[in-house]
């Protein structure tokens, strides 16, 4: 083969290895715009299944009493749309596992616990622990799936993950002590009025008091104090699923 041939070939297989790069490229690119795609598509669908629930809650408190039939027909509303957003919600993290987050993940376990598919539930708390990039969003995954199992009576369970949780989240600092504390108040509360067991909550009870009253922060403080007084006194606004009104944010060195 003289030089001429030699070049027209070297070219030849340059021009398919540099088409089949660009081929292999695209299907990536393409491959990727598919998965942000579905990944907006489930940060909003799981942005819409949060206010439907608060949506439920304030029905049954304004309605459920003074107007049964209407509270029926809102409930009934709501607990369609629900199961709408869940399903569809569900099957797109099933096309994108690797992209969901602990907070996503928690978020549909919740949902689907509230729908009554507590086997589903348990598989999502289970994978939002799995998927927590570090001690701090593990932590809050461990708590969330502790919650979940004291109503089913499952106490020796959810104490091992409350103790798995504020052990992940050790030193001191505000964020330290409020995270810590808001933990032993949802384990307090849980068994105060789901274990009925008054011994183990007044020790939690304790501990949280403890833990709020080391913030430096005197609005934190004054405010984790007053909830963790109306979560002793058994006020149903305190039941651990609802969020404080302050959420301290890690520092880095708690990741």
Request: zero cysteines.
């Given at each position: 083969?003289?030089?001429?041939?030699?070049?027209?070939?070297?070219?030849?297989?340059?021009?398919?290895?540099?088409?089949?790069?660009?081929?292999?490229?695209?299907?990536?690119r393409a491959r990727q715009e598919k998965?942000?795609?579905?990944k907006r598509e489930i940060t909003e669908t799981l942005g819409r299944?949060?206010?439907?629930?608060?949506?439920?809650?304030?029905?049954?408190?304004?309605?459920?009493?003074?107007?049964?039939a209407y509270f029926q027909a809102v409930s009934s509303i709501l607990n369609q749309q629900n199961t709408f957003l869940l399903n569809q919600a569900t099957y797109l993290a099933e096309q994108v596992p690797t992209l969901m987050t602990a907070v996503e993940y928690n978020t549909i376990a919740s949902a689907t616990a509230s729908?009554?598919?507590?086997?589903?539930?348990?598989?999502?708390?289970?994978?939002?622990?799995?998927?927590?990039?570090?001690?701090?969003?593990?932590?809050l995954a461990l708590r969330s799936y502790a919650t979940f199992l004291f109503p089913q009576q499952r106490f020796d369970e959810a104490r091992k993950l409350f103790k798995q949780s504020v052990a992940l989240i050790a030193g001191t600092g505000d964020f330290v002590h409020f995270t810590n504390g808001f933990t032993y108040q949802m384990w307090a509360w849980s068994e105060a009025n789901l274990a009925h067991s008054?011994?183990?909550?007044?020790?939690c009870f304790e501990i949280a008091a403890n833990e709020f009253m080391a913030i430096?922060?005197?609005?934190?403080?004054?405010?984790?104090l007053m909830r963790l007084?109306?979560?002793?006194?058994?006020?149903?606004s305190?039941?651990?699923?609802?969020?404080?009104?302050?959420?301290?944010?890690?520092?880095?060195?708690?990741?």
């Open positions: 083969m003289d030089t001429k041939d030699l070049i027209s070939v070297s070219l030849s297989v340059l021009a398919f290895i540099l088409s089949g790069s660009a081929t292999i490229i695209s299907i990536i998965q942000r795609a579905i299944i949060v206010p439907t629930a608060l949506e439920s809650a304030k029905a049954y408190r304004e309605t459920a009493q003074s107007d049964p729908a009554g598919d507590l086997i589903a539930a348990d598989r999502y708390y289970k994978k939002a622990v799995d998927v927590a990039p570090n001690g701090y969003f593990k932590a008054k011994g183990q909550a007044d020790v430096e922060n005197a609005q934190v403080r004054s405010d984790a007084q109306l979560a002793r006194a058994g006020d149903p305190a039941h651990p699923a609802n969020k404080p009104a302050f959420q301290l944010q890690p520092q880095a060195s708690a990741a």
